[in-house]
């Protein structure tokens, strides 16, 4: 059963990078077919993309976060991850990985989540 | 890019249908068949419950149901049930090769 598991500091300052991981267990990160993202979600709001990435380096990216944003994959450590710099109170969320499947459109599966607050 | 379009809340009460709308551009759920449906619980992750407009992961319920009409694409419960009280999301594809999610719409089961 495939899983994913975010990691990471709970609590960032503003102006810092928060840098997240999820690593994905039960079944290779490497396989081409597959994307890997992360979603995030304030507290109280709805759902927000941020970024995917595939295995081989191809990324997409939020428009309204691109210029703070890099998503990377490390197929050694069965791992993506996220960093998101320059960070203020509203990166405050809770950030979510999921994956995938190439040639469709649904994230079939989801980490729990990961709450990472910024404050000073 | 703008959050695609949902009600704010729907309700319903047991065993009867209801059906939240997602509505957004030529350039996003207009453009390709790939939008998908999340259901989420209070503190949990979402949970896929359709992809590619009208399809179903295996294990979930026949009484959702999902179909697109232009830039509008729909998710339909029929039978409610006390459980399905959540938070359901939309989610697409768009011309500039990014995702957009809708703002979520809150289902109340009376």
């Known amino acids: 059963q495939l899983q994913l598991q975010e990691s990471g500091p709970g609590l960032v300052k503003p102006s810092e990078t928060l840098s997240l991981t999820c690593t994905v267990s039960?079944?290779?990160?490497?396989?081409?077919?597959?994307?890997w993202g992360w979603i995030r979600q304030p507290p109280g709001k709805g759902l927000e993309w941020i970024a995917n990435?595939?295995?081989?380096?191809?990324?997409q990216y939020n428009p309204s976060l691109r210029s703070r944003v890099t998503i990377s994959i490390d197929t050694s450590k069965n791992h993506f991850s996220l960093n998101l710099n320059s960070v203020t109170a509203a990166d405050t969320a809770v950030y979510y990985c999921?994956?995938?499947?190439?040639?469709?459109?649904?994230?079939?599966?989801w980490g729990r989540g990961t709450l990472v607050a910024v404050s000073s | 890019q703008s959050a695609l379009t949902q009600p704010a809340s729907v309700s319903g009460s047991p065993g009867q249908s209801i059906t939240i709308s997602c509505t957004g551009t030529?350039?996003?759920?207009?453009?390709?068949?790939?939008v998908s449906w999340y259901q989420q619980h209070p503190g949990k992750a979402p949970k896929l419950m359709i992809f590619?407009?009208?399809n179903r992961p295996s294990g979930v319920s026949n009484r959702f149901s999902g179909s697109k009409s232009g830039n509008t694409a729909s998710l339909t419960i029929s039978g409610l049930q006390a459980e399905d009280e959540a938070d359901y999301y939309c989610?697409?594809?768009?011309?500039?090769?990014?995702?957009?999610f809708g703002g979520g719409t809150k289902l109340t089961v009376l």
């Open positions: 999921a994956r995938r499947r190439g040639g469709s459109g649904g994230l079939d599966y």
């Open positions: 039960g079944d290779s990160i490497n396989s081409g077919t597959y994307f």
């Open positions: 990435v595939i295995y081989g380096g191809s990324t």
């Open positions: 030529s350039s996003d759920v207009g453009a390709y068949n790939y």
């Open positions: 590619d407009v009208n």
């Open positions: 989610y697409s594809y768009t011309t500039t090769s990014t995702w957009v």
